[in-house]
């Protein structure tokens, strides 16, 4: 078994990656390893010319598709926002009460409203869902919406409480056949995690992290871009999910709500996500990367394409009964132009076509 080649020197050497890609296509390094060193990820952090993004695009994209013949399609369900954390994260425009743009209203759906938004995401041919809810119920009601998802269709269901489970909902959520469950850290810098979010700890979102894993469940465990997080933060932060073996990583730009402490704080680019997803595809060849309509821009997920990405997520069809608004900011992905998105490309959407 070959170590990777490490370090560029002082140019960017895209073809060292070029040929620990093709050491790991002959087996001769392990994916779990990944492509770049520290130092290396933190030197693509730092590209600034066209010339640079266009080869790390590139190199991404066919990593991308060496491991993932069709790009994953993930759509929604919200619970409830009725959220207890308090003082509430500085960005969050979704729990009610934060942002007049957002769902604002407090609301936790019932039983049949679940099932009538299952059954119309299964219907368009969407393969997967994600359930989430605000804080305050140690998993209560993420579990309730993935019993009623798998007795009632097909669907792979994602379930997104963050830090609020317990082990036995998580014990539970085993046995009800959780497909992935997600725990965002948003940040690994523990002073800026406590300034954007108050009313939580990282370690909470880290031992619930550390369950899923223990349980054998898959585990989405997403980087918030742009709250004020150095690059080393990033690289620090992905280190950290590779000890973690997570199996996802969602990349989310923040996107300011209106009316949230953070409605000024710039936007994070979609170039800036791109690169990152790039990155991340890079150091974890194989997992799942997921690039959610409302952080990017819903008409920009092209660019998460392109560095890589391997699941469009938050995407509504026609059908769906109800008004999904995103998480980090209330515009969501149609899944009529998604799936043209995707194709535009030459890329593949995994669609159930009965
Ligand atoms: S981000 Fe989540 S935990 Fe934080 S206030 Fe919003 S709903 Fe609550």
């Keep these: 078994m070959k170590t990777i080649i490490y370090s560029f020197g002082d140019a960017m050497n895209f073809s060292k990656i070029k040929s620990n890609f093709q050491d790991l296509k002959n087996g001769e390094i392990d994916v779990k390893q990944g492509l770049l060193s ?5 030197k693509l952090f730092e590209i600034t010319h066209w010339k640079d993004y266009l080869k790390l695009f590139s ?6 598709d060496y491991f993932k013949k069709e790009i994953e399609i993930t759509s929604t369900i919200h619970i409830t926002n009725i959220c207890k954390v308090h003082p509430k994260c500085l960005y969050c425009g979704f729990a009610s009460g934060t942002s007049k743009e957002g769902y604002y209203t ?16 299964d219907k368009s041919g969407i393969c997967r869902v994600s359930c989430s809810s605000a804080h305050g119920y140690e998993g209560g009601e993420v579990l309730r919406a993935l019993k009623i998802v798998k007795e009632n269709t097909n669907l792979e269901v994602l379930v997104n409480a963050g830090a609020d489970l317990t082990e036995e909902s998580i ?17 690994t810098n523990k002073e800026l995690f406590k300034k954007i979010k108050p009313g939580e700890e990282l370690e909470d979102r880290i031992e619930v992290c550390k369950l899923v894993k223990k349980y054998d469940i898959e585990l989405s465990s997403g980087l918030l871009l742009g709250v004020g997080e150095s690059h080393e933060d990033r690289v620090n932060h992905l280190l950290f999910l590779k ?9 989310m730009g923040f996107n300011p709500y209106k009316g949230t402490p953070m409605e000024n704080h710039p936007r994070c680019s979609s170039l800036e996500q791109a690169k990152t997803i790039a990155i991340v595809r890079l150091m974890f060849p194989d997992i799942r990367i997921t690039s959610p309509t409302p952080t990017i821009g819903a ?4 660019f998460a394409l392109m560095g890589g990405a391997s699941n469009i997520a938050t995407v509504i069809p026609d059908n769906h009964p109800m008004n999904i608004k995103g998480v980090g900011n209330p515009k969501t992905g149609n899944l009529k132009d998604v799936i043209r998105m995707i ?8 669609i159930r076509m009965d």
């Design 38 to 42: 520290k130092e290396d990820a933190l």
């Design 59 to 64: 190199i991404a994209s066919e990593v991308r």
């Design 106 to 121: 407090p609301f936790k759906i019932s039983d049949e409203e679940i099932k009538n938004s299952a059954i119309a995401i």
């Design 171 to 187: 014990k539970e959520m085993k046995k009800y056949g959780i497909d992935t469950i997600c725990c965002n850290l948003e940040t």
């Design 243 to 251: 000890e973690l073996d997570v199996d996802e990583i969602p990349i």
């Design 299 to 302: 008409e920009l997920m092209q």
């Design 343 to 350: 194709k535009e490309l030459g890329l593949k959407p995994k």
